[in-house]
């Protein structure tokens, strides 16, 4: 006879599997879900105990990060701009584009409480040469500038300028910031300290120099830095170019003048300065509407991009539409390409090549600086200091006649709107030039 079935027999199978689970529930032993978290929380208990090393170092490394992308409160950009484009005073931005030096952390400036300049020298003091020390110690200069304390300023620059170290775009932006306050000659040795560790290949710091040798009027040296600086960058430094331009301007060669302006603004077609001086030196040589087409170019360009055109150059401007109705007015043979004004200017020889000039003119370096105060508020605008200052470089030369100073003067009255003056400055250079 077979078996009866069993009472648990008789259950069905799902109904028994939760008898079960209830029962294990009910005498408090742990559920399956239960024993799977505990061996969860046992191996991340094992994994924290561990680890302990390799988490302080990750911490640290995350710190470190942190200090790294955070930028100190009180952190001071020596570079602006420009340049530095880089610009022609040796003030530039152009430092911004330099290799910086090796990348480590940057202090962490005290965001909670003004540093003092006593604590800065002394976490200056403790560094041991490098970007750390050189990041504070630019804190430091920038403390003393927006103080208003200029020889501080110098001084710890130039203290800076003599540190025993290599490190090229150190003493370069160094350098830039003395050009700045003002200190040429600190500024000019502390582009050579840089251009001698970089064993003379330094572009940007010869251009530099260069424009500060050009203001001393040291004009062989300048020379050599700028033609060395063209000469490093295959002659298409476009600020080098243009600095070169100046500084044959003032030797009166203004053929090899206008042929770097020229190049310069082939590298450069909006380079303001460029544009305004090419435009200038034509006019001087005879030709205003040349140096009209000139700026109506450059402005046309900036209205197509939306760009302001430079007060600098709206005065150029100006200037030159007075000088054509001048010419106009005084019966010149403008269909002779090879005016009077050959003499000086030397740039309308046989086959349109750009010859230097039969003599130069050259002044003190005392006189140039006065020369080169009146050009700077020309184009600024400043026309009533121009022309005072413009006269005070005749008065200073050679039978009170110094012919760029007389012709610009000339123009500055132009601009002043006082024609009699003018008339009479510009006759002054026609008798003498031609």
Same mark, same amino acid.
């Given at each position: 006879?077979?078996?009866?079935?069993?009472? *648990? $027999?008789?259950?069905?199978?799902?109904?028994?599997?939760? !008898?079960?689970?209830?029962?294990?529930?009910?005498?408090?032993?742990?559920?399956?879900?239960?024993?799977?978290?505990?061996?969860?929380?046992?191996?991340?208990?094992?994994?924290?105990?561990?680890?302990?090393?390799?988490?302080?170092?990750?911490?640290?490394?995350?710190?470190?990060?942190?200090?790294?992308?955070?930028?100190?409160?009180?952190?001071?950009?020596?570079?602006?701009?420009?340049?530095?484009?880089?610009?022609?005073?040796?003030?530039?931005?152009?430092?911004?584009?330099?290799?910086?030096?090796?990348?480590? =952390?940057?202090?962490?400036?005290? %965001?909670? &409480?003004?540093?003092?300049?006593?604590?800065?020298?002394?976490?200056?003091?403790?560094?041991?040469?490098?970007?750390?020390?050189?990041?504070?110690?630019?804190?430091?200069?920038?403390?003393?500038?927006?103080?208003?304390?200029?020889?501080?300023?110098?001084? =710890?620059?130039?203290?800076?300028?003599?540190?025993?170290?290599?490190?090229?775009?150190?003493?370069?932006?160094?350098?830039?910031?003395?050009?700045?306050? @003002?200190?040429?000659?600190?500024?000019?040795?502390?582009?050579?300290?840089? *251009?001698?560790?970089?064993?003379? *290949?330094?572009?940007?710091?010869?251009?530099? +120099?260069?424009? *500060?040798?050009?203001?001393?009027?040291?004009?062989?040296?300048?020379?050599?830095?700028?033609?060395?600086? !063209?000469?490093?960058?295959?002659?298409?430094?476009?600020?080098?170019?243009?600095?070169?331009?100046?500084?044959?301007?003032? &030797? @009166?060669?203004?053929?090899?003048?206008?042929?770097?302006?020229?190049?310069?603004?082939?590298?450069?077609?909006?380079?303001?300065?460029?544009?305004?001086?090419?435009? &200038?030196?034509?006019?001087?040589?005879?030709?205003? &509407?040349?140096?009209?087409?000139?700026?109506?170019?450059?402005?046309?360009?900036?209205?197509?991009?939306?760009?302001?055109?430079?007060?600098?150059?709206?005065?150029?401007?100006?200037?030159?539409?007075?000088?054509?109705?001048?010419?106009?007015?005084?019966?010149?043979? $403008? $269909?002779?390409?090879?005016? %009077?004004?050959?003499?000086?200017? @030397?740039?309308?020889?046989?086959? @349109?090549?750009?010859?230097?000039?039969?003599?130069?003119?050259?002044?003190?370096?005392?006189?140039?600086?006065?020369?080169?105060?009146?050009?700077?508020?020309?184009?600024?605008?400043?026309?009533?200091?121009?022309?005072?200052?413009?006269?005070?470089?005749?008065?200073?030369?050679?039978?009170?006649?110094?012919?760029?100073?007389?012709?610009?003067?000339? +123009? %500055?009255?132009?601009?002043?709107?006082?024609?009699?003056?003018?008339? =009479?400055?510009?006759?002054?250079?026609?008798?003498?030039?031609?």
């Amino acid at each position: 006879m077979p078996d009866q079935p069993s009472f *648990i $027999n008789s259950v069905p199978r799902l109904t028994r599997y939760f !008898l079960c689970f209830a029962l294990l529930l009910a005498v408090g032993l742990p559920a399956p879900a239960q024993v799977v978290t505990r061996r969860a929380r046992k191996k991340r208990q094992k994994a924290a105990a561990s680890a302990p090393a390799e988490g302080s170092s990750s911490r640290g490394s995350r710190a470190q990060r942190a200090r790294r992308a955070a930028p100190a409160a009180e952190e001071v950009t020596t570079e602006p701009v420009a340049a530095e484009k880089e610009t022609k005073e040796p003030a530039e931005a152009e430092g911004a584009n330099e290799p910086a030096p090796t990348e480590t =952390e940057e202090p962490v400036a005290e %965001s909670s &409480r003004v540093v003092t300049v006593d604590e800065l020298r002394t976490r200056i003091q403790d560094e041991k040469p490098g970007p750390v020390r050189a990041s504070l110690q630019k804190l430091l200069v920038a403390m003393f500038v927006s103080a208003g304390l200029k020889a501080d300023a110098i001084m =710890e620059l130039r203290s800076m300028a003599q540190e025993d170290r290599y490190d090229p775009a150190f003493f370069y932006n160094t350098a830039n910031w003395l050009a700045r306050l @003002g200190d040429a000659s600190a500024a000019a040795d502390a582009y050579r300290k840089a *251009i001698s560790q970089r064993r003379g *290949i330094y572009a940007r710091a010869l251009n530099n +120099l260069g424009v *500060i040798l050009t203001r001393q009027g040291r004009w062989d040296e300048a020379h050599t830095a700028l033609t060395a600086a !063209l000469a490093q960058e295959n002659n298409a430094y476009a600020e080098a170019s243009y600095n070169l331009g100046r500084l044959y301007l003032l &030797r @009166g060669e203004g053929g090899l003048a206008i042929r770097q302006w020229s190049r310069t603004l082939k590298l450069e077609p909006d380079h303001a300065d460029a544009t305004a001086a090419l435009a &200038r030196a034509y006019a001087a040589d005879g030709d205003a &509407r040349r140096g009209l087409t000139i700026i109506d170019a450059y402005v046309a360009r900036a209205a197509r991009t939306g760009t302001i055109v430079p007060a600098s150059l709206t005065l150029a401007r100006r200037e030159l539409s007075a000088t054509e109705a001048v010419n106009k007015s005084g019966g010149n043979d $403008n $269909n002779n390409p090879a005016s %009077s004004r050959d003499i000086i200017m @030397g740039t309308n020889a046989a086959g @349109g090549r750009a010859t230097p000039v039969s003599r130069s003119f050259s002044v003190d370096p005392a006189t140039y600086k006065v020369l080169q105060s009146a050009r700077d508020a020309r184009e600024r605008g400043q026309h009533e200091l121009a022309v005072k200052q413009y006269r005070d470089v005749i008065a200073r030369s050679r039978d009170n006649y110094f012919a760029p100073a007389n012709l610009e003067l000339g +123009l %500055s009255l132009i601009n002043l709107r006082r024609p009699a003056e003018a008339a =009479e400055a510009l006759r002054v250079v026609a008798d003498k030039d031609g």
